[in-house]
């Protein structure tokens, strides 16, 4: 079959079920845009800028599992995305970023909307490509979606020059990809696996690790039947929250920085570690020399360069989560006593109780957690969550009732501001009967507020949910904390009316003061089933708590603020 490049794009999207495809055009991709008009094979969404075209195909894959594909020119068209393709590879999120590129032949001459797309990307993709022939076009887009759903799943980035998306040539499309640098292992060594079965065990104090990569794999239901198995507590990192229910009895809570104190106190002292999935990052390990320092580490990863990389794992394990568990499970299950452990999930019990995840409630200003509480109770799983980063983000961590895997959509490695929204966008493409919510803050959804129009135009009802606290609020909490109160560039005191603005995109827009009004609005909100903005009014100096200052050791948590 012979097909122009940009007919082969539009066939190897088809080929490998892609449905909802994010992009903006431009002169670079107009050859692409052409075809996408002419196509039915799935849905163009036109976003309002290019950064939350990747958002929001990233929102998209973590809420399904599948692959998400955003298509953008060339120059700045590129540039933008860059936020956005560095948020999904911090996170392994499989995307697949398509961008038009200068003809071939002006490439290196500073043509009008160059700029070194690859170049740029490499750092931050887990691989990419410059097209450079019709003849490998077919082949470059079959390893783009195997290399970014495969192993560690990450960002692939294709840039197709505009000559070439208009070049004819021959679309043998490849049944599978076999590459010779690029085999990640899936199945464990059995002898690991025997040696990590010996030394649970043996162990008076193990805990259950979860990091991301344990959706990323699928490994929720075997993890929840190794917990109720053998009783080990578990803890969970941001990326990880939802493999168990929040009512599970073996979930302690969120462990790092703003991990609960029974979390954190049981990384401290556990004398086993099964990490699964995790990656040790700074914000759950704080100061590296008094991480776990009593444990053993059991690390299992898909990816090689994440075991030992940080911290040292006494029995690595390197495979798919699931598959590993599959042949580690049946070991515990033949002669495991879950009643050694008994005094060790006794003595978790009694940290839970002793500082449990608290706040001191008002009726006006509205307190933080218990609007993140309410949300819960008048939603639970009925609601996908996704947030922007900041103090919001983190008491949605810690106060929403999760209940399954992919439940909650956040950045957590790069940390970036303006991810919610378009983000939430991507879910409720991914999931028309769930509500999408995005939790953000009044600094956190100016960032990429014009997609509202995005969500008007197209009918996507996310209802954003904003606490408001005329603050960048987990900054001028650090500011207060470790910067004598000197709020430098964090007041945010005039701020848009965001009633009107969200009803000028054409949404559904209210003013939070009191509890009924909260209440209230969240259920006009969602009846009116248009994208809409609860402009929640909250304690301006509410803290997140417990915290780990940075550098400090996990036992050592700010429990409360003194001066």
């Known amino acids: 079959m012979r097909l122009n490049g940009s007919e082969m794009v539009m066939h190897a999207l088809k080929n490998e079920g892609v449905k909802v495809v994010f992009g903006y055009p431009g002169g670079a991709a107009l050859n692409l845009y052409d075809e996408i008009y002419k196509q039915n094979f799935f849905e163009h969404i036109l976003i309002r800028h290019e950064q939350a075209a990747v958002h929001a195909a990233d929102g998209y894959a973590r809420a399904s599992g599948e692959v998400g594909v955003a298509i953008v020119t060339s120059g700045p068209g590129f540039t933008n995305t860059i936020t956005g393709i560095a948020t999904a590879y911090m996170d392994s999120i499989p995307l697949v970023i398509i961008s038009g590129q200068v003809p071939t032949s002006l490439i290196g001459t500073d043509a009008f909307q160059e700029i070194d797309a690859v170049g740029i990307s490499r750092p931050c993709t887990k691989h990419n490509y410059l097209v450079k022939s019709i003849e490998e076009l077919p082949r470059i887009l079959k390893e783009a979606f195997y290399i970014a759903k495969s192993g560690r799943p990450g960002p692939v980035h294709i840039d197709i020059p505009k000559d070439i998306s208009a070049t004819m040539g021959v679309f043998n499309y490849p049944s599978e990809i076999k590459l010779q640098t690029y085999k990640p292992t899936y199945k464990g060594n059995l002898r690991q696996i025997k040696k990590a079965a010996q030394v649970i065990k043996d162990s008076k104090k193990p805990l259950l690790y979860l990091g991301g990569g344990a959706i990323t794999s699928g490994s929720a239901s075997i993890i929840k039947e ?307 903005l609860l402009d929640v009014r909250i304690d301006r100096m509410e803290d997140v708590l417990p915290m780990v200052p940075t550098g400090g050791a996990l036992f050592n948590m700010m429990l409360e603020y003194k001066e």
């Open 226 to 532: 190794l917990c109720e198995t053998t009783q080990i507590p578990a803890i969970e990192t941001l990326m990880a929250r939802g493999i168990l229910p929040h009512n599970h009895p073996n979930l302690i809570s969120m462990v790092g920085m703003h991990g609960s104190y029974a979390a954190n106190m049981a990384m401290s002292e556990a004398d086993l570690l099964i990490a699964l999935g995790a990656r040790f990052d700074d914000r759950v390990t704080g100061k590296l020399s008094e991480f776990a320092k009593y444990a053993q580490i059991i690390h299992i990863d898909i990816d090689p360069s994440s075991i030992s990389k940080i911290v040292n794992a006494n029995y690595p394990i390197v495979g798919d989560i699931k598959n590993v568990l599959e042949e580690l499970l049946p070991l515990l299950q033949k002669d495991y006593n879950p009643k050694s452990t008994l005094a060790w999930r006794e003595q978790l019990e009694r940290y839970d109780k002793l500082h449990p995840l608290s706040y001191k409630d008002s009726t006006i200003p509205l307190k933080p957690q218990w609007v993140l509480e309410k949300l819960g109770k008048m939603l639970g799983d009925s609601a996908l969550i996704s947030t922007d980063v900041g103090q919001h983000q983190m008491w949605a961590a810690q106060f929403y009732p999760f209940t399954y895997p992919r439940q909650f959509i956040t950045s957590g490695g790069l940390g970036t501001m303006g991810f919610g929204l378009p983000a939430a966008m991507g879910a409720k493409k991914a999931f028309p009967d769930k509500i999408s919510i995005n939790i953000s803050g009044d600094g956190s959804i100016l960032m990429n507020i014009q997609e509202l129009m995005t969500c008007s135009v197209y009918g996507i009802a996310v209802i954003n949910i904003v606490l408001n606290n005329n603050y960048l609020g987990m900054v001028r909490q650090w500011q207060t904390f470790f910067y004598e109160n000197r709020y430098s560039e964090t007041n945010l005191e005039q701020q848009p009316d965001f009633v009107k603005l969200v009803e000028s995109f054409g949404g559904y827009g209210k003013v939070c003061h009191t509890k009924e009004d909260f209440t209230n609005a969240l259920q006009e909100a969602i009846a009116s089933n248009k994208p809409a």
